[in-house]
């Protein structure tokens, strides 16, 4: 089984900055999916990016795939304070695998 | 409306217990999950059912036993509880396209 693996593993911005988060995995996948959690709440999926694609825009996200490396990154514009929770990248090869997670918070 | 949603949310029970949570979609999704984040934040695939078919086993104990009586619904049954099953567990469902969508959790704790 592989796992996304992000990094990294906590990120303290002032609002406004720009937030990047990057995730590692090792085998081949369908494709690679960001989530966030917010404390104590459930996961909530972003973005999803196949193998195939470079990358995706979704709002103030931005999520590059970078196959060659096994690699991906999460960046968030414009950062507001509601954006603290945790960010997650899962690896799809057939099942999910999630890594431990990004904490980000944002400070007002 | 809720999409993926778990009872009960909060779990406080002695070890050796059985317990059951229960998992519920209106999504009409065909496939659903349990997963078990520990302490770390680390989340890890348990089972996974399509059409009321097992097709994911992961290693876990036999004490935890999945059951889907139809489509809409995964629940997870955890025979003598011990210790180290405490942690948040969560069910989650998916259409073809593998976006998942997952319940609030579930916050066991085994004391």
């Known amino acids: 089984s592989q796992q996304g693996e992000e990094d990294p593993q906590a990120l303290s911005i002032q609002e406004g900055e720009n937030a990047t988060m990057n995730c590692s995995y090792k085998t081949s996948i369908n494709n690679l999916q960001w989530y966030r959690q917010n404390s104590g709440r459930g996961l909530v999926h972003l973005i999803l990016i196949r193998s195939n694609e470079r990358e995706k825009h979704s709002g103030r996200l931005r999520v590059t795939l970078d196959t060659s490396k096994k690699s991906s990154s999460l960046l968030i514009t414009a950062s507001r304070a509601a954006d603290t929770a945790s960010y997650f990248c899962a690896t799809d090869d057939n099942d999910m695998r999630f890594g431990a997670g990004t904490r980000l918070t944002v400070k007002p | 409306d809720t999409a993926v949603s778990q009872t009960p949310k909060y779990l406080v029970t002695q070890m050796g217990n059985d317990k059951s949570i229960k998992c519920e979609q209106n999504l009409g999704h065909d496939t659903m999950y349990w997963y078990k984040q520990d302490s770390k934040k680390f989340l890890k695939i348990m089972f996974s059912?399509?059409?009321?078919?097992?097709?994911i086993n992961e290693t876990v104990p036999n004490r935890f036993s999945p059951k889907s009586p139809d489509k809409a619904h995964l629940n997870l049954h955890i025979n003598s509880l011990e210790l180290g099953d405490s942690a948040v567990y969560f069910c989650?469902?998916?259409?073809?396209?593998?976006?998942?969508?997952f319940g609030p959790g579930t916050r066991l704790t085994v004391l």
């Open positions: 059912y399509n059409n009321k078919e097992l097709i």
């Open positions: 989650a469902s998916s259409s073809r396209v593998n976006e998942q969508f």
